[in-house]
């Protein structure tokens, strides 16, 4: 006998196409499905499914970022030193165009840019979502240039190359940039209006910023969107990190955080030491100006966080299938299995509803409803796929057992990575509270929304529109309701969606378990009326 010999333990789990074995992916896309389009995803999810994906998603994440504050001879230096395996993933992801998409004039994907990117993104966040930061934030952040369009011009040809180039040069001399956003202080986080960064004027559309940043990623971004105060109010700036005449430009890194997750990524306190930066829009206006920003960032988690729990339900699936006890596979028990197809309702319903708005995404250019069904559903959604990932991963966690939380696995990074997805872009308090204030202020919105639900899933059964009013005045008159409100409109519209890219079956076992009124605290409370192997063989399938 060999002691050594490992039987009863699952094969690698990688070697999938994460594409083509996602049947809500493909009944999302399915109207946009051209050859090119599918070829190109097809091909996005082969390598981010493969082994040298994961090996170097490992490696970015084992070699943390290291910051070099000055040089051998004292001078500073302000660089963040990465393993050469989160260079090899940012060089993917940008010739993906995870930083570009939706801003590039290819008329081929005239009307779908942003579903084609956040297919891609989801799929990329599935095997490592820390360096998508870095892409997302410069996506998010050409649309806050728009309100400057000589300065857009001037760095939107640079983004939109597709070419990574970390070196910390003047843009003229790189083959493309990334942009990073600099909002939150020691002296404010969620209350942006009582930021303490100070802008003076020099010449005309051109500030002098002085202050400090708690919370930066992507520190080695050739440009940095800065909220500011003016005295006019907070005002949004543009800051490169090297003049055109490939000087510093004051920007200083303080220091590196040291994160539960998000490992590959990093993150830093930085100060702005007489930095020079553009002015984005009108003084006094920053807030507005970066809400289109904020919209895109939010989106973006929530992608993120939706396809960290499709990878979750994958690995425990896949051990499922192939790990044996009390003399039968895992997945045979049928305790086992009702717990695997409950994770796998609540992970088709959010990749649903988070394909559902990047669809919305690129319908509301010309369609005013689509445009009012986004605003409203984006921060729903956000709050609820990142409110339900962290513990829907540790139940994934459980289904492998011990190996789940051992650090050889892909899960204990997975579970580490879930909580910043809802601190990023604004935490839960902070989106009811915005849902409840539009509720007043953009009736359309909450409209458009209810519009939605009721065209997809029936009214009169668990989910009632005039529930979801009522729930919205009484946020409007006590907005320490609104969690109510938001985690309703987000669990209705993923029943929606999931109706809209599923059988209809499976939206009825989700609202079933999530809004008849049946008492559900953990997972594996499914319903046994529902075919529970069929949901998983729908969800994860061989």
């Avoid at 001879?73 to 993906?96: C, I, K, T, W």
């Avoid at 490939?246 to 930085?270: F, S």
């Avoid at 939380?405 to 601190?423: F, K, T």
């Avoid at 989910?463 to 009522?470: K, L, Y």
Wanted: with cysteine; glycine share 8%.
């Amino acid at each position: 006998m060999d002691i050594y010999e490992a039987i009863n333990q699952p094969p690698p789990s990688f070697g999938r196409n994460l594409f083509e074995t996602d049947p809500i992916l493909i009944g999302a896309l399915e109207t946009l499905l051209g050859s090119e389009v599918e070829g190109e995803l097809g091909r996005i999810g082969a390598y981010w499914g493969s082994a040298e994906a994961f090996e170097l998603a490992r490696l970015a994440n084992e070699n943390a970022p290291v910051l070099n504050t000055f040089d051998r001879y004292g001078r500073r230096q302000d660089s963040v030193e990465f393993h050469p395996a989160y260079h090899a993933l940012m060089r993917r992801s940008v010739e993906n165009g995870l930083h570009s998409a939706i801003w590039e004039e290819d008329s081929d994907l005239a009307g779908h840019r942003h579903a084609v990117r956040a297919a891609a993104l989801y799929m990329t966040s599935q095997t490592e979502g820390g360096h998508v930061f870095a892409l997302s934030t410069t996506s998010a952040a050409v649309a806050a240039l728009r309100a400057n369009r000589p300065v857009m011009g001037d760095w939107l040809k640079f983004v939109r190359t597709r070419r990574y180039d970390h070196r910390p040069l003047a843009k003229e001399d790189k083959h493309g940039v990334t942009i990073a956003v600099a909002f939150a202080e020691r002296e404010a986080g969620t209350d942006l209006r009582a930021v303490a960064t100070r802008a003076e004027p020099v010449e005309e559309g051109v500030w002098r910023l002085d202050g400090h940043k708690w919370f930066v990623s992507s520190p080695m971004a050739d440009a940095f969107v800065v909220l500011a105060q003016t005295p006019q109010g907070p005002s949004l700036f543009l800051v490169p990190r090297v003049t055109d005449d490939g000087l510093p430009n004051g920007v200083r890194l303080d220091r590196l955080k040291a994160k539960l997750g998000n490992r590959a990524n990093a993150t830093a306190e930085i100060a702005f030491d007489g930095a020079l930066g553009h002015l984005l829009g009108e003084p006094g206006r920053g807030i507005t100006v970066a809400a289109p920003l904020s919209a895109l960032v939010r989106l973006d988690g929530a992608l993120a966080a939706a396809g960290l729990m499709r990878a979750g339900l994958v690995e425990a699936v896949h051990y499922a299938r192939h790990r044996r006890v009390f003399g039968s596979l895992l997945i045979e028990e049928p305790l086992m299995l009702r717990v695997l197809a409950d994770l796998a309702l609540d992970s088709l319903a959010a990749t649903a509803l988070v394909m559902r708005l990047a669809l919305a995404y690129d319908a509301g250019a010309k369609d005013p409803h689509e445009a009012a069904f986004a605003r409203i559903m984006t921060p729903a959604a956000k709050y609820w796929i990142t409110k339900t990932a962290p513990a829907f991963l540790q139940e994934a966690m459980e289904c492998v057992g011990g190996n789940g939380c051992v650090e050889d696995g892909l899960l204990p990074r997975l579970y580490r990575d879930a909580p910043l997805h809802a601190l990023w872009g604004g935490g839960g308090n902070l989106l009811c509270l915005e849902i409840a204030r539009m509720v007043s202020s953009d009736p359309a919105a909450l409209n458009a929304a209810l519009a939605e639900i009721a065209r997809d899933v029936d009214v009169d059964g668990p989910i009632s529109v005039v529930d979801i009013r009522s729930a919205a005045a009484a946020a409007v008159s006590d907005p320490g309701t609104s969690r109510i409100l938001t985690e309703q409109l987000a669990l209705a519209g993923a029943a929606a969606a999931l109706h809209k890219f599923a059988p209809r079956v499976l939206a009825d076992a989700f609202v079933a378990g999530r809004l008849a009124g049946s008492w559900r605290a953990t997972y594996g409370i499914a319903e046994s009326r529902f075919d529970t192997a069929a949901i998983v063989d729908f969800a994860v399938q061989q």
